[in-house]
């Protein structure tokens, strides 16, 4: 019955409408193109339209100052981890990465590949930013071909530099520098505590901004976050990092309506 759902609704409609059997089967007609629409298979909001040319991307971001470092390394093995990926996977992954240092990598198709996967989404975008992070901060400042390449996945994505550090500062980056404390080898610094972290940052806004931007900054930033945007079969890493953004969101804009005294 589901297929014949959409030609039975558009005859009923065409027939009280035209009120002759001509109507009805126009009415059928344009039925039958909804159910050949609904008919078709959903993407699902992963698989590898977005594991593959997320590695790749990181594989050319960790080669792109010429050399790839064991923080790269960790970093990239951290991220297949959390993303709790099953062995086809993670070999798909690990090949990828291997494929993206390569001097003759095109990274022109891994971009666009993500584009095409984020669909224009600005949620779906935040998300592979968000998985950068840590590859991209990595070494800690970020180097000159680095920085490049981020903007470029910024330009494809349509992400603005600024909200790309107020993602950042979410998780305890400044800016386009290394995470708070000395860098270079050694164990990384603790993350820092929510006193710690500049709201205003978080939100994206500058300390003079007035009532109205701050709202607006929240509710946007709410709206792009929000955990129940996404897919039922993200991984559960996604999951947990789109309810901490949101947490981090609000707790900085409790912190800044304590601090100005708003309701």
Known sequence: MTGYAGKLVGAILGWILFHNPFGALIGAFLGHFYDSVAARPRQTPLGSGFIEPLFAFAGALAKSDGRISQQEIDAAEALIARLNLDAEQ??????????????DFNVNIALGDLQHWCQGRRDHAFI????LLDLVHAEGPLAGPKLALMRRLCAVLHVSEHE??????????SAWQGPRGPAGNGPRPPPPRPS????????????????RAIKQAYRRLMSQHHPDKLGSDVP???KRR???????INAAYERIKSERGLK
């Open 236 to 238: 559960d890493e996604v």
């Open 242 to 248: 789109s309810e901490q953004r949101s947490r981090e």
């Open 90 to 103: 993670r070999r798909a992954a690990i090949e990828r990465f291997s494929v993206g240092k390569q001097p």
């Open 196 to 211: 710690e972290v500049d709201p205003y940052a978080v939100l994206g806004v500058e300390r003079t901004a007035d009532e």
């Open 164 to 173: 790309l550090a107020a993602l950042s500062a979410m998780r305890g980056y």
């Open 128 to 131: 592979v930013l968000d998985l």
